[in-house]
């Protein structure tokens, strides 16, 4: 028989779960009420027992969660704590919280359901799913344990790993220890350096997004920011990664759903940007069953196809630069700057580990800086004014064709309020996790005891909805409004508590390349403001980008939105940004 982690997802975790001491209780259970029926001579039938005893079987289950409930409260009690509060339930194991969570997901607005459970605990309560505890918090303090101040407490867990394995392989994403230390290690020195090539990467790129928006709007025809700026990013990171784009801003735009007479040719990086989507939709709803979400993908992991779509880019590229380090040798190789991919290679030969780094890296370099992008045109657009003042600054900065470079970013802090702000209202990962390697105490917010979390808790920490809490960051939190990160308001609310602030992270795992994602998107957003004088909606382009009726309803943000922002591992606009841009008079 091939190890467990060789077999498809369900019989592995079957077979590991033959292993645990409930399926052994309940193997004892059934040969204890077999042997006594024999030998009382009561001729009980076998079915009549085996049925009992499998419908036993959840109460051992549920058993064993309230008797490790009860020791966790004995424990906390022991300690001067309490546990978290916990989110009521009607249905055995929570499962009326996982069908809300994931109508939630699949048609509400991003942090929907946990809102309302975090406003009656205190902005930290234990959702119990299936009889696990996990933990919820939008409180500064605690998520500044999380990352910073106890950082050696708390770790990528177990089932956390087994989530996301098949998508991040061995990379930086769900290392711990020693092997995290050596993926950082090998990564940073890359990242520390502001290079003038990344900036020639950056407005070469950008200049190809201004020539294909502008071809489109010439024809009358609107264009899903969207897509072009994913394509933007996928071509940025896979140049800067590996020294060869795909070259996927070379194929025709999409067309709106209206434009029946349109049709699209497909373009050969269209297969590894789908895979390399898919793979993210399919990771994300694991979350919602933890540790059970083998049971859903029971004999095919589904990211594993897709990964394997990617890699066919991936491979040959890493073969070719360890060929040149074998027949070169490494000095000969130290002599170029070279791609993230020569730097790897410099360092090691493991092929799987050069592989998963670059992909690990590929997912935050192309996903997150696209959608802050994304979203910064989605909130000019809706902004007019907002735009015109950044407009200004761009010209007064570059003119209508200059190239953005260290020097003169520097110069443009209301583009750097506009990107922050952004990243505020829509961060790129709304929702993140860890787990607790030991017992931890978090110290009371609310004058009551403190709060104790046992050893291998989940905990799911969100910058999203953090960053909207009126009480951390006034009573326009809801707003977009640049001038946060330039009036008083800095120093009110951000420069004495910045951990309400997160959108790369922070502490020892904060983001390799937050500089690098500023000068990125700032390139590209500058380069559209030279060339268009207005952006608007179009919102009748595809009417599957239009959020649903309902949340007009709604209260602050997603009362007023204008597309329907959704989430995977990062945020997105389902059915995308349909947008038209005038263009400017090049006088």
């Not at 091939?2 to 292993?19: A, D, T």
């Not at 996990?134 to 407490?153: A, C, G, H, W």
């Not at 050596?182 to 020539?211: G, L, P, Q, W, Y």
Request: proline share 6%.
């Amino acid at each position: 028989m091939p190890p467990l982690h060789k077999l498809p997802p369900g019989p592995s975790f079957i077979l590991g779960q033959l292993l645990s001491w409930e399926f052994t209780s309940f193997v004892a259970s059934v040969c204890l009420v077999h042997a006594g029926n024999e030998a009382l001579g009561l001729n009980v039938p076998a079915w009549v027992i085996l049925s009992c005893s499998i419908l036993a079987l959840p109460c051992i289950l549920f058993a064993h969660a309230q008797h490790q409930y009860w020791r966790d409260g004995r424990k906390a009690a022991s300690l001067g704590a309490r546990l978290a509060p916990t989110v009521p339930m009607r249905l055995p194991g929570g499962v009326d919280l996982i069908a809300t969570w994931a109508k939630a997901f699949n048609t509400g607005y991003i942090g929907d359901a946990l809102v309302d459970w975090l406003a009656g605990g205190g902005q930290t309560v234990d959702l119990r799913t299936l009889w696990t505890s996990r933990i919820v918090t939008t409180e500064p303090q605690y998520i500044k344990m999380i990352l910073s101040t106890n950082f050696d407490e708390y770790e990528k867990g177990e089932v956390q790993q087994a989530m996301g394995e098949s998508l991040f392989g061995t990379g930086i994403f769900l290392s711990n220890g020693d092997r995290w230390k050596f993926h950082r290690s090998m990564t940073r020195s890359f990242f520390s350096r502001e290079r003038i090539s990344d900036f020639e990467i950056f407005n070469r790129h950008a200049d190809k997004v201004v020539i294909k928006m502008k071809e489109r709007f010439s024809r009358g025809i609107a264009v899903d920011v969207q897509d072009v700026l994913f394509r933007f990013t996928l071509d940025t990171a896979t140049e800067f990664l590996f020294g060869r784009d795909v070259k996927s801003l070379s194929a025709e735009l999409p067309y709106p759903s209206t434009c029946k007479s349109h049709t699209r040719p497909t373009h050969p990086s269209d297969e590894f940007a789908l895979a390399f989507n898919r793979a993210q939709e399919h990771t994300f709803p694991r979350a919602f069953y933890g540790k059970f979400w083998p049971l859903l993908e029971f004999w095919k992991d589904a990211v594993t196809a897709e990964r394997n779509i990617t890699d066919k880019f991936i491979n040959p590229l890493i073969e070719a630069a360890l060929e040149k380090k074998n027949a070169n040798g490494v000095d000969e190789l130290d002599k170029e700057e070279g791609s993230l991919l020569d730097h790897l290679v410099r360092q090691t030969d493991d092929y799987d580990m050069i592989r998963d780094e670059t992909f690990n890296i590929m997912l935050a370099g192309r996903d997150t800086t696209a959608g802050l992008t994304t979203f910064t045109v989605a909130m000019l657009a809706k902004h007019p004014e907002i735009y015109a003042r950044l407009r200004r600054e761009v010209l007064d900065t570059l003119g209508p064709d200059g190239k953005v470079d260290p020097d003169n970013l520097r110069d443009m802090k209301y583009l750097r309020a506009v990107l922050n702000e952004t990243l505020r209202l829509y961060p790129n990962v709304p929702l993140n996790l860890r787990s607790t390697r030991k017992g931890v105490l978090w110290p009371s917010v609310d004058g009551g005891k403190p709060i104790y979390i046992p050893a291998n808790t989940q905990l799911n920490y969100s910058p999203w909805l953090m960053h909207r809490r009126t009480d951390l960051w006034g009573p326009t939190a809801h707003e977009f409004d640049p001038d946060r990160f330039l009036d008083d308001r800095v120093k009110q609310y951000l420069v004495s508590n910045p951990f309400i602030f997160l959108p790369f992270n922070a502490g020892p795992r904060i983001c390799l390349g937050p500089q690098f994602a500023y000068n990125e998107a700032s390139t590209v957003i500058a380069r559209i403001a030279q060339a268009f004088e207005k952006i608007e909606f179009d919102m009748g382009s595809n009417p599957e980008a239009k959020p649903p009726a309902d949340w007009a309803n709604g209260t602050g943000r997603k009362a007023v939105e204008k597309i329907w922002v959704r989430s995977h591992i990062t945020i997105y606009a389902q059915g995308g940004v349909w947008v038209r841009m005038e263009e400017a008079d090049p006088e």
